[in-house]
């Protein structure tokens, strides 16, 4: 959240579309943004554009599942196992689709290193992603999207005071980066749970949006100070 924050006050625009952000930037209406690796390598056919993985970034599968009450479940079950087998990674390997296999690519493949990185990741805890879902959404709409405006202000202020001083600001830069809930709550499914209750989300958004403020306030002040 600190990565998003701090980069934040260069956002054109949010969008809820994740292949929307790699269309944005190949049409020239922004220079980078985040965006998965798949949505990005579909365009990576024009020079002009590149791709780069986070330090530590994470493998995320495409999930195919049998439904439970299919009335085609041998056939479904058949795809599954065909998609798994040599020839159905070696298919996906080579179509057009911008995903990794998960059978290992060959030595002399130029995706291949890249996979191996990927897949040495530790593996996501799923339960408590999907446990997290609503403190996230709820977190990143608070922090970033209802108050976009204010951010750039501030950010364009930091980044106007380091760059007179010639000196990082890392106190100020603190306040605009933290976040109003720590590790040990972001963890705890029961308080996580509490989050399907509309009136306790409510609630806490109405305080983060006060904590964010605050925080603001605070840095700006600071930076005036040093004026």
């Given at each position: 959240?600190?990565?998003?924050?701090?980069?934040?006050?260069?956002?054109?625009?949010?969008?809820?579309?994740?292949?929307?952000?790699?269309?944005?930037?190949?049409?020239?209406?922004?220079v980078?943004?985040?965006v998965?690796?798949?949505?990005?390598?579909?365009?990576?056919?024009?020079?002009?554009?590149?791709?780069?993985?986070?330090?530590?970034?994470?493998?995320?599968?495409?999930?195919?599942?049998?439904l439970?009450?299919?009335?085609?479940?041998?056939?479904?079950?058949?795809?599954?196992?065909?998609?798994?087998?040599?020839?159905?990674?070696?298919?996906?390997?080579?179509?057009?689709?911008?995903?990794y296999?998960?059978?290992?690519?060959?030595?002399?493949?130029?995706r291949?290193?890249?996979?191996?990185?990927?897949?040495?990741?530790?593996?996501?805890?799923?339960?408590?992603?999907?446990?997290?879902q609503q403190?996230?959404?709820?977190?990143?709409?608070?922090?970033?999207?209802?108050?976009?405006?204010?951010?750039?202000?501030?950010?364009?202020?930091?980044?106007?005071?380091?760059?007179?001083?010639?000196?990082?600001?890392?106190?100020?830069?603190?306040?605009l980066?933290?976040?109003?809930?720590?590790?040990?709550?972001?963890?705890?499914?029961?308080?996580?749970?509490?989050?399907?209750?509309?009136?306790?989300?409510?609630?806490?958004?109405?305080?983060?949006?006060?904590?964010?403020?605050?925080?603001?306030?605070?840095?700006?002040?600071?930076?005036?100070?040093?004026?």
């Amino acid at each position: 959240m600190a990565t998003l924050l701090a980069i934040s006050g260069n956002l054109v625009t949010i969008s809820s579309r994740s292949f929307g952000v790699a269309d944005k930037i190949k049409s020239g209406l922004g220079v980078a943004g985040p965006v998965i690796d798949n949505y990005a390598n579909l365009l990576l056919n024009d020079p002009n554009l590149a791709f780069t993985y986070f330090p530590y970034s994470a493998v995320s599968p495409t999930y195919v599942a049998v439904l439970k009450n299919s009335r085609h479940a041998d056939e479904a079950r058949a795809f599954i196992h065909y998609l798994l087998s040599p020839k159905g990674q070696r298919i996906l390997a080579d179509a057009n689709t911008g995903k990794y296999p998960v059978a290992p690519l060959s030595a002399d493949n130029p995706r291949a290193a890249q996979q191996q990185r990927l897949m040495a990741q530790p593996p996501l805890n799923y339960r408590l992603i999907l446990k997290r879902q609503q403190l996230v959404q709820r977190m990143f709409d608070t922090a970033i999207s209802f108050r976009l405006a204010q951010l750039k202000d501030a950010w364009r202020a930091l980044h106007s005071a380091e760059t007179r001083l010639k000196r990082p600001l890392p106190e100020i830069r603190a306040l605009l980066t933290s976040v109003p809930v720590d590790a040990a709550s972001s963890e705890d499914e029961t308080w996580l749970a509490q989050f399907d209750n509309k009136s306790f989300a409510e609630q806490k958004m109405m305080e983060w949006q006060i904590w964010f403020l605050n925080n603001q306030r605070l840095a700006i002040h600071k930076l005036e100070e040093l004026k």
